[in-house]
């Protein structure tokens, strides 16, 4: 990353919360630059709620309680509530249209909002992994939220991202990392799935090195060359164990990645525990998002 990019973050430390909370997050947006357990730097962006901010600008004023709920909060009362920690897909980055625009939905439901570009992606350091150590770049995003007082933070994650949010949800119960509800959105179930040409194609972008120079400079993504070893837990491994986490799988039927046996292979995981949404006429993560699901997601992880 250029001397440029790294001049635009704060450098936060989340391996010490202590040393997180930098200011009030009632401010208004912060960019900082986290650094995961393995070292690396991870950009990342808090916005507070969209309530919070117009309420604390009118009344001056902040409430007691600890909840959100989309109106009538202020400052005390969103920085105690919830945080939505939002996890984009391959390709993509804290600063991409798509994820700005889900970031703005989740706000307008009364919850403060991260959001970070994954290793190897934007101005954050490393190589991808393609979801197996990006499940640290979560975590160091989840413990920033609880740094700032969250008292409950909450995960979305959208394709590669949605593998992540379920891996790290069941990886970390128990820590400093873990959540209270968590939502995956055109996720797969299963690892090396090569059913469809988008997946044919991404694999051949992640495993040949002309693929890797293609994501590096068409897809502005950085690719580790390395293969898994171990390969990791995988989704639908993960998700028996995120329970009684709430858990929501949501998929479009559409889908051109992952037909709609994955969503159903991973609710299926739940036990009975985990909801499932099809979408109808839905694509593919969070580019196929439109307004009315974003508010359904929004309503879901600031209420579950």
Known sequence: MS?????RFHMVD?????SVHHGDPCDGPRRVMLRTDDGVRIEAVYEPSAASVTDTAVTGTAGTGTGVTGTGVTGTDAVAGTAVVVA???TGSADRPAVRRAARAFAERGAAVVTFSFRGHGGSGGRSTVGDREVLDLSAAVRWARGL??????TVGFSMGGSVVL???ALERGTEGRVDAVAAVSAPARWYYRGTAPMRRLHWVVTRPTGRLVGRYGLRTRIDRRAWDPVPL???EAVPLIAPVPLLI?????DAYFPLDHPRTLAAAGGGT???WLERGMGHAENAADEELLARLGDWLTRR
């Open 234 to 236: 995988s989704p639908v």
């Open 14 to 18: 989340v391996s010490s919360l202590t």
């Open 274 to 276: 985990a909801e499932l």
């Open 88 to 90: 984009h897909g391959f």
């Open 3 to 7: 001397s440029e990019g790294e001049s």
């Open 149 to 154: 007082g969250h008292a409950r933070v909450v």
């Open 167 to 169: 891996r790290q949800a």
């Open 250 to 254: 949501v998929h479009g039927d559409r």
